[in-house]
Nanobody
């Protein structure tokens, strides 16, 4: 089964950028639909972005549209989330997840999860 490891989180000022990475092992990201989720303190985990296996179909949560970009590098077996124009409300632990088949916006549909990486945006 695939294992996922996120990295790239950190502390950034509002308006700044971060690029999160999700490195896979034990499987190939090209075989999976991938999603990025986030969970802020006291809140439920929510979808941020998701993409089909071939990258043709992409979904972004409304508040991040135009600011976040999901991409893949199959040669590196890694999925990325580029986050620009960050806002304090983007502060959360960010998780990547993988599933067979088409992408989904529901966390219950994802079988494989990383451990998460903290993103903190200061005002």
């Amino acid at each position: 089964q695939v294992q996922l490891v996120e990295s790239g989180g950190g502390l950034v000022q509002a308006g700044g950028s971060l690029r999160l990475s999700c490195a896979a092992s034990g499987g190939f990201v090209s075989n999976y639909a991938m999603g990025w989720f986030r969970q802020a303190p006291g809140k439920e985990r929510e979808i941020v972005a998701a993409g089909s296996r071939n990258g043709d179909s992409l979904y972004y949560r409304n508040p991040v549209k135009g600011r976040f970009t999901l991409s893949r590098d199959n040669a590196k077996n890694t999925v990325y989330l580029q986050m620009n124009s960050l806002k304090p409300e983007d502060t959360a632990v960010y998780y990547c997840a993988a599933r067979w088949g088409t992408y989904s916006t529901s966390l219950r549909d994802y079988r494989y999860w990383g451990q998460g990486t903290q993103v903190t945006v200061s005002s």
